[in-house]
Nanobody, 124 residues
Framework: QVQLLESGGGLVQAGGSLRLSCAAS????????MGWFRQAPGKEREFVSR????????YYSDSVRGRFTISRDNAKNTVYLQMNSLKPEDTAAYYC?????????????????WGQGTQVTVSS
């Protein structure tokens, strides 16, 4: 079992920055892929970014590439999402997720461990 706890959400003006954190407990993460997803009101949960813990390989959705950066801290068992140049359309609940699978890593269904989410609101 992996327990995930997100933090760092809040209210920010357009153009601003936030850093989300996801602290993992219960397992070492060397076998896992960590993902960030988001869900806006009335919309489906969508992929944002992922990192393969062992290699540090990263991937981003087109909507955030160049603005967001995912990273991990081995010593703290924590994954981060640095969000810069935020836009009102980035407003959503952001969720951290984990999986040991290596296929379809942009799909919600691939991940079997989830945090409870942290709200990000970007005002115009």
């Amino acid at each position: 079992q992996v327990q995930l706890l997100e933090s760092g959400g809040g209210l920010v003006q357009a153009g601003g920055s936030l850093r989300l954190s996801c602290a993992a407990s219960g397992r070492t993460l060397n076998s896992y892929v960590m993902g960030w997803f988001r869900q806006a009101p009335g919309k489906e949960r969508e992929f944002v970014s992922r990192i393969i813990w062992s290699s540090g390989s990263t991937y981003y959705s087109d909507s955030v590439r160049g603005r967001f950066t995912i990273s991990r801290d081995n010593a703290k068992n924590t994954v981060y999402l640095q969000m810069n140049s935020l836009k009102p359309e980035d407003t959503a609940a952001y969720y951290c997720a984990a999986t040991v699978r290596r296929d379809t890593l942009t799909s919600v269904r691939t991940y079997n461990y989830w945090g409870q989410g942290t709200q990000v609101t970007v005002s115009s």
